[in-house]
């Protein structure tokens, strides 16, 4: 299969037929996106409450988020790997229990460090989910312009957990903390009830590459680990500065055996395809926008203009409905004019909201952050899924775990970079308005080269 296949000639015929039961895939899929969104989210509003029952500290409070996304991004490569060797059907399964499980735990934790343990289990989970979700929305979707929709509504799945995580975690909270992760368990007894529907994957029997494997997760889980932590306590720590050296050389490592074994776990010909290599950095800084964004701006509505956390979650409810609108236009979009148009103009998008945001912030009104986030969310609503199609599209089908979980581990890896400077930056309480305003400044930069570099995208021939 061609690397480069967002350049062929839009087809004039129905195409591909979809998998059976594809309504089916898109449905789980789309479920198991708007969990591993939603606990991000969800939980955040919940904190104060944790705080108040188990103890734990700022410190605590802040690995219950980061434990997390620790694991999450640390396991991703690994997940993509297993995906495509025991099947994305196969992964997918394994992923929703592991996630059932660890969500009770959660749910159940006696004090703060049983809690950040089963936090860091239950991002284990999700790391299984995401590239076997994706990877199952390709086999159920063969044809390139119905998978774009799809991919579509598979992101609404994200927007919607945008949508009701903050406003539902404070709506749980109310009652009792533990239901923000027992409100889980539901979700993921209805998922592998309905993939029983799903056919099984076709699998890859070839052996685990071991080296690459412990390489990967111990330079991925350093790397994040130096982020978090020199957002916290500077990045001239020793400590912080061991840990990124030790992520530096692992990764290094990591690469040179990937070179050499006969079967890696992240082909380097994957890096060939024209299509592959652009989305990278796109998904880079698409999550230094997006994280960044609603990190910084959600502490400056709480700690500079005294919102509640609910009432600050509701300032961003107006750009969660946009970016639902816009996830559902873009495969259309998509089909219509090709990936770089909506990649193009949704990162422009995202970089003009970003703008205004910074220009805006010193007013201080609510109403004018909730204008002006409506763009970034739609933005990235409309390129997202583009991006992702152009990625999926450019790899052949038995590499759609491990092309989808590089491309989702630049993503974390952005978002954490995004948290861990950007809390740097607004760490002084008598500086938080010019923090937020070079948080925001750095995010539209970057966007703005990504938009740039989306050019690149080969338009499709009529």
């Known amino acids: 299969m061609s690397a480069n296949t967002e350049d062929r000639p839009a087809l004039p015929h129905v195409g591909l037929p979809n998998g059976p039961h594809a309504g089916i895939v898109i449905a789980v899929a789309s479920m198991g996106f708007f969990l591993i969104t939603l606990d991000i989210s969800i939980v955040n509003v919940a ?60 749910a159940f934790a006696p004090s703060a460090t049983s809690l950040i343990v089963a936090r860091c289990a239950q991002g284990a989970g999700a790391a299984v989910m995401l590239p076997a979700s994706m990877a199952l929305v390709r086999e159920a979707f063969p044809d390139p312009a119905r998978r ?57 029997p070839a052996p685990f590459d071991w080296p690459g494997q412990i390489l990967a997760i111990a330079g991925l889980s350093t790397l994040v680990y130096g982020l978090i932590d020199g957002g916290h306590v500077g990045f001239g720590s020793p400590v912080v500065v061991s840990t990124l050296t030790i992520a ?4 290094v490592g990591f690469v040179l055996v990937q070179a050499r074994v006969r079967d890696p776990m992240m082909p380097l010909e994957l890096f060939r395809g024209h299509g592959f290599r652009i989305a990278l950095p796109i998904g880079f800084a698409f999550m230094v926008g997006n994280y960044g964004n609603v990190f910084v701006v959600s502490l400056f509505l709480q700690q500079q203009l005294g919102l509640s956390p609910l009432h600050a979650g509701l300032v961003f409810l107006p750009s969660a409905f946009f970016a639902i609108a816009a996830n559902l236009a873009s495969g259309p979009v998509t089909n219509r004019f090709g990936a770089r148009l909506p990649v193009l103009v ?11 945001l910074l220009i805006t912030v010193p007013l201080g009104h609510p109403v004018l952050v909730a204008a002006c986030v409506i763009p970034v969310g739609a933005g990235g ?26 491309f989702n581990t630049f993503r974390q890896v952005g978002g954490a970079v995004a948290i861990a400077v950007f809390g740097a930056l607004i760490a002084d309480p008598d500086h938080v308005v010019l923090g937020v305003r070079l948080s925001l400044g750095i995010a539209a930069a970057l966007l703005t080269l ?4 989306s050019l690149r995208i080969r338009p499709r021939s009529s």
């Open 47 to 106: 904190l104060a409450a944790i705080r108040a029952e188990l103890g734990g500290g700022t410190v605590g409070q802040q690995w219950i988020i980061d434990g997390y996304t620790l694991l999450f991004a640390g396991l991703l490569l690994f997940a993509g790997n297993l995906t495509d060797r025991i099947g994305a059907k196969q992964a997918m399964a394994l992923g929703i229990a592991a996630f059932a499980v660890t969500s009770a735990a959660c």
């Open 148 to 204: 774009a929709r799809a991919l579509g509504v598979w992101a609404v799945g994200g927007a919607v957990a945008g949508l009701v995580g903050q406003p539902l975690g404070g709506l749980l909270t109310t009652h009792d903390w533990r239901w923000v992760f027992t409100i889980n368990l539901p979700v993921c007894v209805g998922m592998l009830g309905l993939l029983i529907a799903v056919a099984t994957s076709p699998t890859r």
């Open 248 to 251: 530096a050389c692992s990764l």
């Open 346 to 356: 949704g990162l422009s998008t995202m970089a003009a909201g970003l703008v205004a």
């Open 381 to 406: 609503a409309l390129a997202m899924p583009s991006v992702t199609s152009v990625v999926l599209e450019g790899v052949p089908g038995h590499q759609a775990g491990a092309a989808s979980a590089v």
């Open 450 to 453: 990504a938009a740039l570099s």
